[in-house]
């Protein structure tokens, strides 16, 4: 039974820091396309980064290129996104994601297959 479950949300402010994780199970991480999506209030959900298996390119929303950074620890089948220099525009709910017919991520939500549940983060002074 596939199952991803998301941690490491909060309150910070902003120009700080979190690191998501994301917990996989039922499945073998390393041969999987794994994205991060965020939603806002009021907002669709978005694509934020993602990462492939195998050689494990990576991609990123324009919005958080050079202060978001998704990797994965294949040995203990996780998924981290580092968000640093946060801004009160990245608050919203993250979830992780499994593409699970494809090796290859994209950041559209409609591929995805199987998501985790959520963690807010707020980014507020």
């Known amino acids: 039974q596939v199952q991803l479950v998301e941690s490491g949300g909060g309150l910070v402010q902003p120009g700080g820091s979190l690191r998501l994780s994301c917990a996989a199970s039922?499945?073998?991480?390393?041969?999987?396309?794994i994205g991060w999506f965020r939603q806002a209030p009021g907002k669709e959900r978005e694509g934020v980064s993602c990462?492939?298996?195998?050689?494990?390119?990576?991609y990123s929303a324009d919005s958080v290129k050079g202060r978001f950074t998704i990797s994965r620890d294949n040995a203990k089948n996780t998924v981290y996104l580092q968000m640093n220099s946060l801004k009160p525009e990245d608050t919203a709910v993250y979830y992780c994601?499994?593409?699970?017919?494809?090796?290859?991520?994209?950041?559209?939500?409609?591929?995805?297959?199987?998501w985790g549940q959520g963690t807010q983060v707020t980014v507020s002074s």
């Open positions: 994601a499994l593409f699970y017919t494809s090796s290859y991520c994209n950041l559209s939500p409609l591929s995805y297959n199987y």
């Open positions: 039922g499945f073998t991480l390393d041969y999987s396309a």
């Open positions: 990462i492939s298996r195998g050689d494990g390119n990576t």
